[in-house]
């Protein structure tokens, strides 16, 4: 009997904790028919919105475009099995095929073979790294990216990727990592622009337009179609124009009016295998790697947690971190490069009701088909087509609103924002996003270096203390009581010493007790303490007491390991009320003994 | 009239602003006769004793020993025109002689003229950076080296100096600038110690150990010597063991016996010009002219102000480093090297009744005598003598006790401790210190970014709110007071966020009211701004209403520029104990109309 219950307790123990490491074993193993018909109808919509978007995207990583379509297929089946977000849809997106393509280009690779095979590195290595962090449980990294930066970082990486693309609309070659560099290199070629090409990318871009801001709106007026239906299409619109354009080129043969057409894309399955390892190529790529790694990883998961919260449901960050680094690994063992959960189509996904991860997984067959039996049809395909989706896509990235918002609620926000944009269109991707999370950090520590200090008094009919300055209060000339706005350590603490000096001396005659109100310290460290111990001494010197209240019990731990208690001139109090009757009180006595 | 009034204002605030540049105007002007007595003592004992440390400092830093009697006049004479301080002495000093070598020694200059003119270079870098430091008043980014990592580094630095100093007690060749390279090489060349220059040696450790620790006592004891008399004989010693060995070398020709002594060293003014400006060499010495400036900056003010408040004085740390500047500069000008305040120099001239700065000035006509006059007789000075006073003034340095100190208060503390003292003896001075540096800055960001939360309640008869874990408390199950023990900021925002509604999601039934208790929260900035709206719409949404009370004034100012407080589903509480009794009072309400 008892081993029974003990065999029966291991069983769901070990079920448990594989349950968390295997996502795909709780949600598969009550799996319905109409979870299935949710996940069908959300993959046949998601593969034809993944086949144009996967194939721009390569082509913005400077890859085949074939590249894109492998990168859709292994990395959606490994995130149906490890993921934890029912509508994420992972694949290739627009700001980590930019990174690839910058952290690529430093490399010089003379072949085309050669620089598939590094984006299937630095998949690895994003892969290898993603999972790392996840098993140490390291998610919390990802914090150090604040909303700014990356705010900053998605808009200047959006109009980086809108003007790299003029190329393809203008059909001139153009080159350069920089917004400088691509602008001037666009500016010497605008004369020898391909007007058939012009005139495809710019109905393309006219028609994707016209899809993303009005066609829902036509379709329902027009045709009494359903909102939702005329949503859907909206998302899927880029597929019309894909077709449009590609047929249109064929007719036409607009390959002989010079318009650059996808070409012949290899028909197959993905290439399995291992990417050739080269430690010097590995070395290069670790950093680059690990920027698309902590990138990837903040975009899937802020789109997951917003997908997730709509059904209240919740995801497991650093069980995410296993789920995309599984999903980049198998990238890079099938001919792919590095991949993320994206925005628009996780959100079309949910839309378009997928209830479990097998969404993705049925996408994956989807996108399966196509590379096995598509792509003869995407000869025709102009690369502008594609050039204007990316165009379309990438601008509702870009915010600038965030220069405005930032600057009109704090200097220091508006200070990594648009030091976040500025380096990131000026000088590099890499650099712009490193550079934003140095700054404010570095931000961050300058201002817990200038600490707040208020002095207060008690709030009349009530035992609350405020800034005497804000708030009409009750306060004593020989109980002066400062409020320390900020945890007192080495960057502040000489500074705190100066404050309080500088202020006892103000009325040093006056002035018998001061109180330091401990209520917004959440650390003292042993700087902090050293400090704390000279001013406990100089006042002594002047013959006045200090005292601390409101201290928190974390911090009171910590005094407790130290001499000072024992040093203190005067009396720790629980609250700041108690310490300002008691000794406002024996001032009183001391005046009317006095008196007497 | 009116005219009069204003010259004399114009002459006033004139005068204020000069003397606020020079100092010396101050206390010049009312410079008297006994200030004279006092400060002419001082600067003939700090003269002696500054002899035979100049030269050991030069020694140490690698420059012939006349450098470091250049680096004692005219750097004096600037401090006392610039400086705040009335004690500081300053000169060459044992961790900036250290910190020169380790700057120089990557240079590999071949002649010791180049490598002198390298160290005048030096100095001139710290000299530019210190006054441009001053004047852009950064005096503050000193703050930055906590207590433990200066504690670390310099006890790192009296251990390696100590070390490096033995090759001259042993009279073998030795190098290396890391404490195994020091040992390895020692190790090899212990076999040919010059056992008469180990002979030196060891009378010189023993008698300067022993007139540090013995002999003002029995002085005292035997010859009924005034304590203070005894104290000032005891600073001086070293100046007995320079004379007594210096003699016994010449009478017993001790040069002949292989033991080696200073030597010629040109007798005459320092040689004054500007240092021969080489740029690749001045962008080598940056980095390292920074870390001096910094350290010998720290080393300088604390001593600075630990004598200024033994009488009530106070120093001007940005004005400091313009003086600190100004010496180094007159140093580089005057064949010295990088100089500072000292400490046992200082609290020499301080006992010995220095009254102002220009107790400095005469020091530096003793040490002008000195080089122009008294070089010829230090020619048998043994170069033991001057390692032995070395190595028994530094090891006053070596204090480990820092590091249980510091392990039982924080281990954060310890861990800046013992890697700042670890990297200094293994791997060099500047990677030590600045490791340190960085290894505390991240501790502290670690410990911001992983913030305590604790669940409040009102302690009984009074308006205070502490942890429910730790004080008896009262609670109400409708209302849940959480107290947010950090700043908030992009780094714990979305912790915070998940902390938060883990609490709520653990009683969702009964939980009515959130309230957010600010009282130590210093800062919200926009990452946790929008945190807070993500929390306020998710609590909205679970039919939860969110409350904050005791926001800070400057906290408040910051809230009231966005849009958070108009979309908060509750109220902003002055006091914690308003926001429980009003929304306590508002539960009960609704209980009794239930009821009825």
Partial sequence: MKSTIQTFAATVLKRDRLERVFPVLSWGRSYDAAQFTGDATAAVIVTIMLIPQSLAYA???????????????????????????????VGPVAVVSLMTASALAPLQLSSIAEYTAAAAILAMLSGLMLVVMGVLRLGVVANFLSHPVIAGFITASGLLIATSQLKHILGVPAHGHTLPEILVSLWHEIGSANLATVAVGVI????????????????????GMSQKLAGTLGRIGPVFAVIGTTIGAWVL????AGVAVVGAVPTGLPPLGVPTLDTSMMLALAGPAALISIIGYVESVSVAQTLAAKKRQRITPNQEL?????????????????????????????????????????????LLLAAMFLTPLLFFLPKA???ATIIVAVLSLVD?????????????????VSITILLTLLVGVEIGVATGVLVSLALFVWKTSRPHVAEVGQVPGSQHFRNIHRHKVITDPAVVTLRID?????????????????????NRTEIKHVILMCSAVNEIDLSALESLEAINQRLTDMGVTMHLSEVKGPVMDRLRCSHFLDELSGKVFLSQYEAFETLRRSEDNKDSLAAE
């Fill in 59 to 89: 082509l913005l990583a400077g890859l085949p475009a074939e590249v894109g379509l492998y990168a859709s297929i292994l990395p959606l089946v490994f995130y149906a099995i490890f993921g934890t977000s029912r509508a994420l849809a």
């Fill in 486 to 506: 900020e945890s007192l350590y080495f960057a502040n603490a000489r500074q705190m010493e100066d404050l309080i000096l500088a202020r006892v001396h103000r």
């Fill in 385 to 387: 087509t594609l050039a």
């Fill in 204 to 223: 393309a871009l006219a028609f994707l337009f016209w899809v993303r801001k009005g066609m829902a709106a036509f379709l329902v007026r027009r045709f």
């Fill in 253 to 256: 043969d607009l390959p002989g």
């Fill in 322 to 366: 296993i789920a995309l680094g599984a999903s980049n690994l198998s990238s890079a063992f099938s001919g792919g490069y590095p991949v993320t959960g994206g925005f628009a189509r996780s959100v079309v996904n949910y839309d378009a009701g997928a209830e479990t991860p097998a969404a993705g997984a049925f996408t994956a067959i989807g």
């Fill in 400 to 416: 600038l609103t965030i220069l405005w918002r930032s600057w009109s609620y704090s200097r220091a926000d508006f200070a990594a």
